[in-house]
């Protein structure tokens, strides 16, 4: 009676064990795919294939019309746009050095050239790389004034919330307004 006993108990524990078993599975699945939907994922090392997933995200009203996503504040990594204007403008022929600085209204890029590339086609390929880049509301002001990027790059450090920021910022900005500006 026990054996009989000991070997309907074994039999029951691993029938639940494959059972739970396979619910994780489908628990895991169910993960898999919130993950990859999830619009705050980030490329890693551990995705190479990254590049080439296009970029999707579905929501319903209920997701967005909670307190959570109310308290979601959009924001901008400034860095990593500047350092996407920069590395874009700079793969066209004709740039040497480019030195970009983004705040929160306006992108300030000033660039070293060839003397090959025609100071109006610089102009117009830096501004246009960072329309593309930025929101609408930027303003982009860009220089082929050498000296400018060492203004730009005195206020890499700044924040938004510094005094002397507003009027630096205007200075170089009005240095930068006497090179052309590009279409």
Same mark, same amino acid.
């Given at each position: 009676?026990?054996?009989?006993?000991?070997?309907?108990?074994?039999?029951?524990?691993?029938?639940?064990?494959?059972?739970?078993?396979?619910?994780?599975?489908?628990?895991?699945?169910?993960?898999?795919?919130?993950? +990859?939907?999830?619009?705050?994922?980030?490329?890693?090392?551990?995705?190479?294939?990254?590049?080439?997933?296009?970029?999707?995200?579905?929501?319903? !009203? +209920?997701?967005?019309?909670?307190?959570?996503?109310?308290?979601?504040?959009?924001?901008?990594?400034?860095?990593?746009?500047?350092?996407?204007?920069?590395?874009?403008?700079?793969?066209?022929?004709?740039?040497?050095?480019?030195?970009?600085?983004?705040?929160?209204?306006?992108?300030?890029?000033?660039?070293?050239?060839?003397?090959?590339?025609?100071?109006?086609?610089?102009?117009?390929?830096? !501004?246009?790389?960072?329309?593309?880049?930025?929101?609408?509301?930027?303003?982009?002001?860009?220089?082929?004034?050498?000296?400018?990027?060492?203004?730009?790059?005195?206020?890499?450090?700044?924040?938004?919330?510094?005094?002397?920021?507003?009027?630096?910022?205007?200075?170089?900005?009005?240095?930068?307004?006497?090179?052309?500006?590009?279409?």
């Amino acid at each position: 009676m026990t054996k009989k006993l000991f070997i309907t108990l074994s039999l029951l524990t691993a029938f639940a064990l494959v059972g739970c078993n396979n619910t994780d599975n489908a628990a895991d699945e169910r993960e898999q795919i919130v993950d +990859e939907l999830d619009p705050e994922a980030e490329n890693t090392p551990k995705n190479p294939e990254g590049n080439d997933k296009l970029g999707y995200v579905r929501y319903s !009203k +209920e997701q967005v019309d909670n307190d959570n996503e109310k308290s979601h504040i959009v924001n901008i990594d400034r860095t990593k746009m500047a350092n996407m204007i920069a590395r874009i403008i700079l793969r066209n022929d004709g740039f040497d050095e480019v030195a970009t600085l983004v705040t929160d209204k306006e992108a300030l890029i000033a660039y070293a050239k060839e003397d090959e590339l025609e100071t109006e086609n610089a102009a117009d390929i830096a !501004k246009k790389t960072a329309v593309s880049i930025l929101p609408e509301y930027f303003d982009v002001y860009v220089s082929d004034n050498e000296m400018i990027m060492h203004d730009i790059q005195s206020l890499h450090n700044s924040s938004t919330k510094n005094d002397n920021y507003d009027n630096t910022l205007d200075q170089i900005i009005d240095r930068m307004k006497q090179s052309l500006q590009g279409k």
